[in-house]
Nanobody, 125 residues
Framework: QVRLVESGGGLVQAGDSLRLSCTVS????????VAWFRQAPGSDRDREFV??????????FYSEAVKGQFTISRDNVRNTVYLQMTWLKSEDTAVYYC????????????????WGQGIQVTVSS
């Protein structure tokens, strides 16, 4: 079993930066690919892909909406995944979820087996 716990969310102003953290614990936490997804408030759509990274950290993918604005990284000593968000906009307001799956990165929420509880990020304009 793998457990993920997000932290670092909150209320910020447009243009600010924020770094989310996701601590991964359980069996072999460093051998998992990780990703961030988000769901906007009141949205009935599926969770939106944001960024993903394979277990070595050598492969990353970003959605077009955040490319150049967000950066995913991982520290396998601390078993922690980060999402550095810069130049935040009101449309970045959402609940952000950390997810994990075995080895390979993926942009599909359905591919991930483990999820955090989500953390709110609110950007005021």
């Amino acid at each position: 079993q793998v457990r993920l716990v997000e932290s670092g969310g909150g209320l910020v102003q447009a243009g600010d930066s924020l770094r989310l953290s996701c601590t991964v614990s359980g069996r072999s936490p460093n051998y998992y690919a990780v990703a961030w997804f988000r769901q906007a408030p009141g949205s009935d759509r599926d969770r939106e892909f944001v960024a993903t990274m394979n277990w070595t950290g050598e492969t990353t993918f970003y959605s077009e909406a955040v490319k150049g604005q967000f950066t995913i990284s991982r520290d396998n000593v601390r078993n922690t995944v980060y999402l550095q968000m810069t130049w935040l906009k009101s449309e970045d307001t959402a609940v952000y979820y950390c997810a994990a799956r075995s080895v390979a990165a993926s942009t599909s929420a359905m591919a991930f087996d483990y999820w955090g509880q989500g953390i709110q990020v609110t950007v005021s304009s």
